[in-house]
């Protein structure tokens, strides 16, 4: 078995897609056509967002909706920068909610902000 992909339900996803443009650098790598589904490039696993309408389509469990105003779920997404207080800066500026600026903690550079969806997001310097 292999990890492929991490798929966040959000509202919108051609906002999403921009938003993460935006704010990390991600370029869409597919979008459907009735914008419920896309991608976008991230290296070997895919991060992609559905709509809700297109989750509950799959599946009619309930689940908790990620949001920017409720707590956070208990996971976060992790990438990897070479300037991190400039990617924290690009993010935040980008739309993202600043939680956690700029730390170094023993050998690790970090921090960590709210993608619009409601996402954690933790960006680790390289």
């Given amino acids: 078995m292999e990890f492929i992909s991490q798929v966040i339900y959000v509202d919108n996803v051609e906002e ?3 938003f993460y ?9 597919h979008i459907s056509d009735d914008a419920e589904y896309g991608e976008l490039v991230t290296g ?4 992609a967002f559905a709509t809700h309408p297109h989750a509950q389509s799959y ?3 309930g689940y908790i909706r990620a949001h920017p105003k409720q707590p956070a779920l208990g996971f976060e997404l992790r990438f990897s920068c070479e300037n991190l207080a ?6 935040v500026l980008a739309g993202a909610e600043p939680l956690c600026p700029p730390t170094k903690k023993d050998a690790q550079h970090y921090a960590y902000v709210r993608a619009i969806e409601g996402t954690l997001v933790c ?3 390289i």
């Fill in 86 to 91: 400039q990617s924290y800066d690009k993010a």
């Fill in 59 to 61: 599946f009619k469990q």
């Fill in 123 to 125: 960006l680790i310097e």
């Fill in 44 to 47: 070997t696993v895919k991060l």
């Fill in 21 to 29: 443009y935006q704010a990390f650098g991600f370029n869409t790598n």
């Fill in 16 to 18: 999403v897609l921009d």
